[in-house]
């Protein structure tokens, strides 16, 4: 069956250091999402992306941050001088374009720990 | 903005014994959404609840949408260890756009 990929599963970094999460959306998927989920608190959106742009973004989703679909298959989010408030987990969604057929599917997640 | 709320947000089971965690949003939602989340690990798609009265069912799990009351619920018939993670619901305003996610309800199964 189809997946989400992303890498890495978990990127340690300093504070003010520019991190790349990377993702492998479900390959005839056209929508895609990155979500992030502090430790025990709830989902939050960040970004969704359509035809090479952004469609929508959250309050989070600042200046520090940026996404990119370098090729067919990659979709990166680029966070450019983290801060110890980046620390969570950042989930990548892809779905299709079918309006019966939408779910979000998500990649197992890349965890960020900025020190 | 579309919010999202979840009740209760911990929920103890006995094995065996059925259960029901609610959601309530605030807006027309175009359609709901309940996910599956073990600790450390991605969310799973468990139900899509595309229209008023949308019943969906699958194993002990069984999710219903009323779009008049804003609420969905999912059931939890004769609970089991396995069913023990965390469960969001999550609604969305348009076909494409972002997932608005309540703040999950973490369900624990003990004997």
């Known amino acids: 069956e189809p997946e989400v990929t992303q890498t890495p599963s978990h990127q340690v970094t300093q504070m003010g250091q520019e991190v790349i999460l990377r993702c492998v959306p479900i390959s005839n998927h056209l929508y895609f999402y990155w979500y992030r989920q502090i430790l025990g608190q709830k989902v939050e959106f960040l970004v969704s992306f359509y035809n090479n742009e952004i469609s929508e973004k959250s309050e989070i989703f600042d200046d520090q941050f940026s996404v990119e679909r370098p090729d067919g298959s990659n979709f990166t989010l680029k966070i450019r001088s983290t801060k110890l408030e980046d620390s969570a987990m950042y989930f990548c969604?892809?779905?299709?374009?079918?309006?019966?057929?939408?779910?979000?599917?998500f990649g197992p997640g890349t965890r960020l720990t900025v020190l | 903005e579309l919010k999202v709320e979840q009740n209760p947000l911990f929920l103890s089971m006995q094995e065996g014994k059925n259960y029901t965690i609610y959601c309530n949003y605030s807006?027309?939602?175009?359609?709901l959404y309940w996910y599956r989340q073990d600790p450390g690990k991605s969310l799973e798609s468990l139900f899509v609840?595309?229209?008023?009265?949308a019943v969906k069912q699958e194993g002990r799990l069984m999710a219903s949408l009323d779009t008049k009351a804003r609420l969905s619920t999912l059931h939890i018939t004769a609970a089991v260890h396995d069913l023990s993670a965390t469960y969001f619901c999550?609604?969305?305003?348009?076909?494409?756009?972002?997932?608005?996610f309540g703040a999950g309800t973490q369900v624990v199964v003990t004997p």
């Open positions: 969604a892809s779905s299709e374009l079918a309006s019966t057929a939408d779910t979000q599917y």
């Open positions: 807006t027309t939602s175009d359609r």
């Open positions: 999550a609604g969305k305003t348009d076909s494409w756009g972002k997932l608005q």
């Open positions: 609840l595309l229209s008023n009265g």
